[in-house]
């Protein structure tokens, strides 16, 4: 079986019957399931930025940071997850890339949105952008039309 998710959907393509009732339930079923939990989560993190604005004071801010981050990660979790259950036979091996996409940037994820939440680490990302920043403009500077004279 060429395929990373070993799940029910894959194991039909096995079956020596005709199984299209079947594959129709199963991509329903799991089509239902995973874009109906991402959608209660969807609503459930949107009752939250509600009660957040009401509620308006001086952490709001941090907690609009805390909820774009967790949104992030429920996007980049069910991303995957619902393109491989509602689509579950796809003609192009999509699945390969899912499985690694899933596997590597939604386990870097927490590091990441914990790490550019440091202040120390903001500090110097802002440092490391404002050096970029000028020696891309020192450089185009240099190398533009009206200095070629």
């Not at 907690?63 to 796809?90: D, E, M, N, Q, R």
């Not at 870097?108 to 440091?118: H, K, S, V």
């Not at 050096?131 to 004279?149: C, E, G, I, T």
């Amino acid at each position: 079986m060429d395929s990373f998710y070993c799940d029910f959907p894959r194991f039909i393509k096995l079956a020596c019957a005709d199984t299209y009732r079947l594959e129709f339930l199963v991509a329903a079923n799991s089509g239902f399931i995973s874009t109906g939990t991402f959608f209660i989560l969807i609503v459930s993190y949107v009752f939250i930025l509600v009660t957040v604005r009401k509620h308006a004071s001086g952490g709001s801010a941090r907690a609009l940071s805390t909820l774009s981050a967790h949104v992030t990660v429920v996007v980049f979790f069910f991303g995957p997850c619902i393109i491989v259950y509602v689509w579950p036979f796809p003609a192009l091996p999509i699945d390969k890339f899912l499985a690694i996409f899933d596997a590597l940037i939604t386990s870097f994820m927490n590091p990441i949105i914990y790490t550019f939440r440091n202040k120390e680490m903001k500090v110097a990302m802002r440092r490391l952008f404002i050096k970029a920043l000028a020696r891309f403009r020192k450089r185009s500077f240099m190398h533009s039309p009206r200095n070629s004279d």
